[in-house]
């Protein structure tokens, strides 16, 4: 079929023709988003899932929401290594000017500007190709302190948006790229603009690890945050995410073929996108069939493994691919870290740097406590793939 009009494009973060089995969470948050927009209370949100279930083009979406209903917003993504100065300085210092020039908000916009200061000392030396334009008082050398001053800034920013009569959404993915330090004074800082009831909201993603994270942070993280598990899509949503992108094209797709391709992903949504692309663009006629998908079926696995799994396994040193290489031997889903140590013949104890350090990467997770699992869905095949051989 016509490869120009295939509907479907995986990809990092693009959004899927049709946003099957999500739209009851979407219409929640946006409820949440409207309710702070009228000056009432309402839960952030930190959906959580593994990599591949749609959580960045979920995040982009409520952005969108949020900008159509009349927020500003500022859209991050956190890395590892980067501080979280780093990924809020801009956007900001970019919204507190907008403020400022707005007569009843200048006064809290100024100090907003103002506590900025302590956050340009941390990332200073990395944005000297930043032209920020800061004319402000010496402030005699205070230190920035994360867990005092970004409650402080955040709520300078909230009373600038309720001042201007446009309220604020922060957006970051990859949240567990944040240290626990900053993590902590995240939550903190969201708390305390809740407390005040400003109209600044945080919707947040990432790995499954979160919530655990934030309750061993701040006890009170679990009333603050609505934690939605986005996971596999449920068969009926998998069929509409392909069936109804085929048909509004003017071609068909049998049910085998969907029932193959449903089999073979487990629903993921990434991997939905990707054997739906291919099994469109092997089949002729007009009509996908099973074996079409049976024929698309090693392409797309070439594709995934060079553009999807290689990438992450390229980030891992030779210990960390042993590590991973045994908890693939062990099948799908969480194992505990000592069966992993008995596939690998080593001590628990001296396997527990690759395994921080995996974690650290995102590779792996603790689901719970003394067991790991892969962030990435069918990431043990392709182990099995890349390394034939266990070591």
């Known amino acids: ?185 995240l939550i903190m800082a969201m708390h305390r603009v809740s407390q005040l009831n400003l109209p600044l909201v945080f919707a947040g993603a990432g790995l499954p690890q979160l919530p655990a994270l934030a309750g061993d942070s701040k006890t009170y993280a679990e009333r603050m945050f609505q934690f939605p598990q986005i996971g596999a899509l449920e068969a009926a949503d998998a069929t509409s995410a392909i069936r109804k992108p085929v048909a509004a094209e003017g071609a068909e797709i049998d049910d085998e073929a969907i029932g193959e391709i449903l089999n073979i992903t487990a629903c993921y949504p990434y991997f939905l996108q990707q054997w739906a692309h291919d099994s469109w663009n092997i089949a002729e006629g007009g009509r996908i069939t099973r074996q079409d998908v049976l024929q698309a079926t090693p392409v797309a696995i070439a594709v995934l493994d060079r553009d999807f799994f290689r990438v992450r396994f390229d980030r891992c040193n030779a210990s960390e691919k042993r590590y991973l290489r045994a908890l693939a031997a062990l099948g799908p889903g969480a194992h505990r870290s000592g069966q992993v140590a008995d596939r690998v013949g080593a001590k628990l104890t001296s396997l527990a740097p690759a395994r921080d350090k995996l974690i650290r990467k995102g590779m792996i997770y603790a689901p719970r406590y003394g067991e790991v699992a892969f962030t990435v869905p069918l990431f043990d095949a392709y182990m099995k793939r890349v390394m034939p051989d266990e070591v």
């Open 1 to 185: 079929m016509d490869h120009v009009l295939n509907p479907f494009a995986p990809g990092a973060g693009n959004p899927p023709p049709e946003l099957a089995g999500r739209l009851g969470l979407l219409a929640s948050i946006e409820t949440g988003l409207r309710r702070v927009a009228l000056g009432r209370p309402s839960q952030s949100v930190i959906m959580v899932g593994l990599r591949g279930v749609g959580k960045t083009v979920l995040l982009v979406r409520i952005g969108a929401i949020a900008e159509e209903i009349g927020y500003r917003t500022l859209m991050m993504e956190a890395h590892d290594g980067r501080t979280l100065s780093e990924l809020m300085v801009p956007g900001l210092r970019s919204a507190l000017v907008h403020f400022s020039a707005i007569r009843a908000a200048a006064d809290a916009a100024r100090q907003g500007l103002r506590m900025l200061k302590g956050f340009l000392r941390s990332v200073s030396l990395k944005m000297q190709d930043v032209e920020l334009g800061l004319a402000l008082e010496d402030d005699g050398g205070k230190e920035f302190l994360p867990h005092t001053d970004l409650p402080e800034l955040l709520v300078s920013v909230g009373q600038a948006a309720r001042a201007a009569g446009r309220p604020m959404a922060l957006l970051l993915d990859e949240v567990q790229y944040l240290s626990p330090a900053e993590f902590s004074a």
